[in-house]
Protein backbone atom coordinates (compact mmCIF):
# COMPACT_ATOMS: atom_id res chain seq x y z
CA UNK A 1 0.00 0.00 0.00
CA UNK A 2 1.07 3.43 -0.58
CA UNK A 3 -0.12 7.20 -0.56
CA UNK A 4 -1.55 7.84 -4.45
CA UNK A 5 -1.20 11.70 -4.85
CA UNK A 6 0.15 14.86 -2.83
CA UNK A 7 2.76 15.91 -0.89
CA UNK A 8 3.35 12.76 0.10
CA UNK A 9 2.38 11.06 -3.10
CA UNK A 10 4.50 7.50 -2.98
CA UNK A 11 4.82 6.94 0.49
CA UNK A 12 4.92 3.12 1.22
CA UNK A 13 2.51 2.93 4.15
CA UNK A 14 3.63 -0.13 6.41
CA UNK A 15 2.89 -3.76 5.20
CA UNK A 16 0.05 -5.86 6.45
CA UNK A 17 -1.00 -9.84 5.38
CA UNK A 18 0.95 -12.36 6.71
CA UNK A 19 3.33 -10.28 8.42
CA UNK A 20 0.70 -8.63 10.33
CA UNK A 21 -1.48 -11.97 10.86
CA UNK A 22 -3.77 -11.08 13.17
CA UNK A 23 -4.80 -8.17 12.26
CA UNK A 24 -7.76 -8.32 11.21
CA UNK A 25 -7.52 -5.62 8.26
CA UNK A 26 -9.33 -5.08 5.03
CA UNK A 27 -7.26 -1.66 4.00
CA UNK A 28 -8.92 0.11 1.33
CA UNK A 29 -7.50 -0.86 -2.23
CA UNK A 30 -4.86 1.68 -4.03
CA UNK A 31 -7.54 1.74 -6.32
CA UNK A 32 -10.54 2.09 -4.51
CA UNK A 33 -8.99 5.06 -2.70
CA UNK A 34 -7.77 6.50 -6.11
CA UNK A 35 -11.05 6.46 -7.25
CA UNK A 36 -12.68 7.62 -3.98
CA UNK A 37 -10.11 11.12 -4.17
CA UNK A 38 -10.98 11.54 -7.53
CA UNK A 39 -14.27 11.45 -7.66
CA UNK A 40 -14.40 14.13 -4.44
CA UNK A 41 -11.84 16.14 -6.48
CA UNK A 42 -13.21 15.92 -9.62
CA UNK A 43 -15.42 18.87 -9.27
CA UNK A 44 -18.58 17.46 -8.36
CA UNK A 45 -18.09 18.30 -4.91
CA UNK A 46 -16.65 21.97 -4.07
CA UNK A 47 -13.04 20.49 -3.16
CA UNK A 48 -13.85 18.52 0.34
CA UNK A 49 -10.25 18.13 1.14
CA UNK A 50 -8.35 21.00 1.17
CA UNK A 51 -8.69 22.55 4.68
CA UNK A 52 -10.79 19.68 5.78
CA UNK A 53 -11.18 18.32 9.37
CA UNK A 54 -11.20 14.28 8.80
CA UNK A 55 -12.32 11.87 10.79
CA UNK A 56 -11.39 8.21 10.15
CA UNK A 57 -13.86 6.00 11.89
CA UNK A 58 -12.78 2.47 11.85
CA UNK A 59 -8.95 3.91 10.42
CA UNK A 60 -7.36 0.67 10.41
CA UNK A 61 -4.00 1.68 8.49
CA UNK A 62 -5.18 5.02 8.23
CA UNK A 63 -4.57 4.91 4.60
CA UNK A 64 -7.53 7.39 3.77
CA UNK A 65 -6.74 9.88 6.40
CA UNK A 66 -2.91 9.90 5.36
CA UNK A 67 -4.22 10.30 1.58
CA UNK A 68 -6.05 13.43 2.68
CA UNK A 69 -3.70 14.64 5.02
CA UNK A 70 -1.45 14.38 2.24
CA UNK A 71 -4.04 16.11 -0.78
CA UNK A 72 -4.46 19.12 1.71
CA UNK A 73 -6.51 18.21 4.63
CA UNK A 74 -5.83 20.76 7.64
CA UNK A 75 -6.05 17.70 10.40
CA UNK A 76 -6.89 14.06 10.66
CA UNK A 77 -8.51 12.43 13.60
CA UNK A 78 -8.08 8.63 13.58
CA UNK A 79 -10.59 6.10 15.90
CA UNK A 80 -9.58 3.13 16.05
CA UNK A 81 -10.00 -0.26 18.34
CA UNK A 82 -7.78 -3.18 17.83
CA UNK A 83 -4.54 -2.69 19.27
CA UNK A 84 -2.35 -4.27 16.56
CA UNK A 85 -4.23 -1.63 13.73
CA UNK A 86 -3.48 0.82 16.23
CA UNK A 87 0.12 -0.09 15.76
CA UNK A 88 -0.01 -0.30 12.28
CA UNK A 89 -1.39 2.79 12.59
CA UNK A 90 0.75 4.75 14.51
CA UNK A 91 4.07 3.55 12.30
CA UNK A 92 1.99 4.87 8.99
CA UNK A 93 1.74 8.29 11.05
CA UNK A 94 5.49 8.12 11.91
CA UNK A 95 6.17 7.07 8.32
CA UNK A 96 4.80 10.15 6.72
CA UNK A 97 5.93 12.46 9.80
CA UNK A 98 2.21 14.13 10.44
CA UNK A 99 2.61 13.88 14.23
CA UNK A 100 1.32 17.38 14.38
CA UNK A 101 -1.74 17.00 12.39
CA UNK A 102 -2.88 14.03 13.35
CA UNK A 103 -4.65 12.52 16.67
CA UNK A 104 -5.44 9.07 17.52
CA UNK A 105 -8.24 7.82 19.40
CA UNK A 106 -7.89 4.01 20.75
CA UNK A 107 -11.60 2.77 21.34
CA UNK A 108 -15.30 1.53 20.76
CA UNK A 109 -16.37 3.81 17.33
CA UNK A 110 -19.64 2.94 18.22
CA UNK A 111 -19.20 4.38 21.71
CA UNK A 112 -17.76 7.81 20.74
CA UNK A 113 -17.73 9.77 24.10
CA UNK A 114 -18.18 13.18 23.37
CA UNK A 115 -15.47 16.01 21.82
CA UNK A 116 -14.13 19.21 22.95
CA UNK A 117 -12.55 19.44 19.26
CA UNK A 118 -13.95 21.21 16.08
CA UNK A 119 -16.27 18.54 14.27
CA UNK A 120 -14.66 16.84 10.92
CA UNK A 121 -16.13 18.40 7.70
CA UNK A 122 -15.25 15.44 5.48
CA UNK A 123 -15.09 11.41 7.65
CA UNK A 124 -14.23 7.87 5.97
CA UNK A 125 -16.32 4.92 7.70
CA UNK A 126 -15.06 1.61 6.90
CA UNK A 127 -16.28 -0.61 9.29
CA UNK A 128 -16.24 -4.19 9.09
CA UNK A 129 -18.11 -5.37 5.87
CA UNK A 130 -22.02 -7.03 6.78
CA UNK A 131 -21.66 -6.39 10.48
CA UNK A 132 -23.98 -3.70 10.71
CA UNK A 133 -21.40 -1.14 12.51
CA UNK A 134 -21.76 1.84 10.15
CA UNK A 135 -24.81 3.25 11.38
CA UNK A 136 -24.26 3.14 14.78
CA UNK A 137 -21.16 4.44 14.62
CA UNK A 138 -22.60 7.99 12.64
CA UNK A 139 -24.81 7.83 15.30
CA UNK A 140 -22.23 8.35 18.07
CA UNK A 141 -19.85 10.30 16.27
CA UNK A 142 -22.55 13.12 15.52
CA UNK A 143 -24.19 13.06 18.80
CA UNK A 144 -20.43 13.50 20.62
CA UNK A 145 -20.04 16.27 18.67
CA UNK A 146 -17.19 14.60 15.72
CA UNK A 147 -19.07 15.66 12.74
CA UNK A 148 -20.13 18.80 11.45
CA UNK A 149 -23.26 19.92 9.52
CA UNK A 150 -22.90 19.34 5.72
CA UNK A 151 -19.99 16.68 6.53
CA UNK A 152 -19.51 14.60 3.59
CA UNK A 153 -19.36 10.88 4.36
CA UNK A 154 -17.53 8.31 2.18
CA UNK A 155 -18.99 5.17 3.88
CA UNK A 156 -17.37 1.82 2.59
CA UNK A 157 -19.45 -1.04 2.68
CA UNK A 158 -20.10 -4.58 0.70
CA UNK A 159 -23.44 -3.11 -0.57
CA UNK A 160 -25.36 0.02 -0.43
CA UNK A 161 -26.50 1.13 2.94
CA UNK A 162 -29.25 3.16 4.04
CA UNK A 163 -28.04 5.97 6.03
CA UNK A 164 -29.30 6.59 9.75
CA UNK A 165 -31.80 9.84 9.90
CA UNK A 166 -30.24 12.92 9.02
CA UNK A 167 -27.90 12.16 6.38
CA UNK A 168 -28.34 11.55 2.69
CA UNK A 169 -26.78 9.13 0.17
CA UNK A 170 -25.49 11.36 -2.85
CA UNK A 171 -24.10 8.67 -5.00
CA UNK A 172 -23.10 5.17 -5.18
CA UNK A 173 -20.36 3.41 -6.89
CA UNK A 174 -19.08 -0.10 -6.82
CA UNK A 175 -15.25 -1.68 -6.76
CA UNK A 176 -15.22 -4.96 -7.03
CA UNK A 177 -16.84 -6.01 -3.82
CA UNK A 178 -16.21 -2.62 -2.25
CA UNK A 179 -19.74 -0.74 -2.08
CA UNK A 180 -18.59 3.26 -1.80
CA UNK A 181 -21.78 5.30 -0.78
CA UNK A 182 -21.32 8.96 -0.34
CA UNK A 183 -23.32 10.66 2.38
CA UNK A 184 -23.75 14.03 3.22
CA UNK A 185 -24.61 15.26 7.00
CA UNK A 186 -27.56 17.07 6.94
CA UNK A 187 -28.06 20.03 9.44
CA UNK A 188 -30.81 19.36 11.99
CA UNK A 189 -34.00 20.44 11.22
CA UNK A 190 -33.77 20.31 7.61
Do not use: H
Not at 22 to 34: A, N, Y
Not at 50 to 74: K, Q, Y
Not at 83 to 109: C, F, P, Y
Amino acid sequence: MRIIGGRMRGLKLAAIGKARAGSLLRPTSDRVRESLFNLLLGGRFDDPVTGARVLDLFAGTGALGLEALSRGAACATFVENGRKASRILQENIARAEVEKETRLVRGDVTRLAPTTEEPATLVFLDPPFRRGLGGPALVAARSGGWIADGALIAWEEADEVTPPPGIAVLDIRRYGDTCLNLCRMDAPGA
